[in-house]
């Protein structure tokens, strides 16, 4: 497998230091690193980001958690179907509407995300790796202001 240095050599000067380019490679590699991490531990970032929606909003109907979470209501069910199977949330019917279902996370699945917290802590750990721990914070900082301006659409910003 060619060494990182050489694939960013035959990659044209051009395209290599943009930012765009950049950041989609950081990007991959965290990704991978994540879904490695969470893989080790038999969840998906699925599994993390609803149970974590659970324990800091409370009990919730499947759409309201899918919404919370952002995971979209396709994929809602076969994870919380996921975490049922294992008893790390409960589902009952909605007093207000016996139509919906109400998600709460069980103490099994607080244990669960205390155990997947230690995995996100240790990926963020090597996804930050080549970085001196006193440049962090500003390139945290400046990827946070990055991540804000997401929601700008070429449309909206020629406005």
Partial sequence: M???STNQEAMPARV???PTWLLGRAAMRSHRLLAA???EAGAH???YRLLAALEEFGPASQADLGRRAGIDRSDVVAALNKL???GHIERAPD???RRRNIVSITPAGLRHLTRLDG?????QERVLAPLPEAER???LAALARLAAAGDETPENESR
């Fill in 2 to 4: 060619p060494s990182q």
């Fill in 16 to 18: 290599r230091d943009l």
């Fill in 37 to 39: 991490g969470f893989a």
């Fill in 45 to 47: 970032g699925y599994h």
């Fill in 84 to 86: 049922a199977e294992h």
């Fill in 95 to 97: 007093p207000a509407d």
């Fill in 119 to 123: 995995v996100l802590a240790r990926v």
């Fill in 137 to 139: 914070g500003p390139f």
